[in-house]
T-cell receptor, first 113, second 112 residues
């Protein structure tokens, strides 16, 4: 049973516009959430994170929003650039002492020049 | 870049043979993880370790075993490889909770 879900397998956005990637989770014990970016033939690289005590975290062009009541988080990329084209994974971990990172299935973002 | 090395980077093996993948870190991080990446499934946790000789199962642990005899090494063993274990395997490390995990470059394993 998928505890972290990314329901959009792909997304295409025009360069300069906003990209919004969504993620839903089911486990209320998750209290830390992360986004990773992955290029082909490389390992995932960390992008941005958010703790459950916050509802927004911003880092340059990247902003993550967390809606705990809806068990939903989203990643906004503004403005989108062709170099942002990659697969994006959301991940969640519970504060249970073992720190298991559970990942979603990923969304492939294509930014069109 | 975090000091994580996975070996081998590519391997082709026959069904029924044992295979061991190695993850080596130079960061002295406590937590280490093995994931597999498959189309439509994202990254799924196989096993993880929260210290030397301390390991536990993840979401897809059947057919896999792990060992961690030193802080820096985490080994993943496929005891009898099957075609369903053809995948890209990633190792990850982290020092503590509520922080990011760092990933290795991956091992592409093909079981024929």
């Amino acid at each position: 049973d998928q505890q972290v879900k990314q329901n959009s397998p792909s997304l295409s956005v025009q360069e300069g516009r906003i990209s919004i990637l969504n993620c839903d989770y089911t486990n209320s014990m998750f209290d830390y959430f992360l986004w990773y970016k992955k290029y082909p033939a490389e390992g995932p690289t960390f992008l941005i994170s958010i703790s459950s005590i916050k509802d927004k975290n911003e880092d340059g062009r990247f902003t993550v929003f967390l809606n705990k009541s809806a068990k939903h988080l989203s990643l906004h990329i503004v403005p989108s650039q062709p170099g942002d084209s990659a697969v994006y994974f959301c991940a969640a971990t519970p504060n249970s002492g073992t720190y298991k990172y559970i990942f979603g299935t990923g969304t492939r973002l294509k930014v069109l020049a | 870049d975090a000091g994580i090395t996975q070996s081998p980077r590519h391997k082709v093996t026959e069904t029924g043979t044992p295979v061991t993948l190695r993850c080596h870190q130079t960061e002295n991080h406590r937590y280490m993880y093995w994931y597999r990446q498959d189309p439509g499934h994202g990254l799924r946790l196989i096993h993880y370790s929260y210290g030397v000789k301390d390991t536990d199962k993840g979401e897809v642990s059947d057919g896999y075993s792990v060992s961690r005899s030193k802080t820096e090494d985490f080994l993943l063993t496929l005891e009898s490889a099957t075609s369903s274990q053809t995948s890209v395997y990633f190792c990850a490390i982290t020092d503590r909770g509520n922080t990011e995990a760092f990933f290795g470059q991956g091992t592409r394993l093909t079981v024929v």
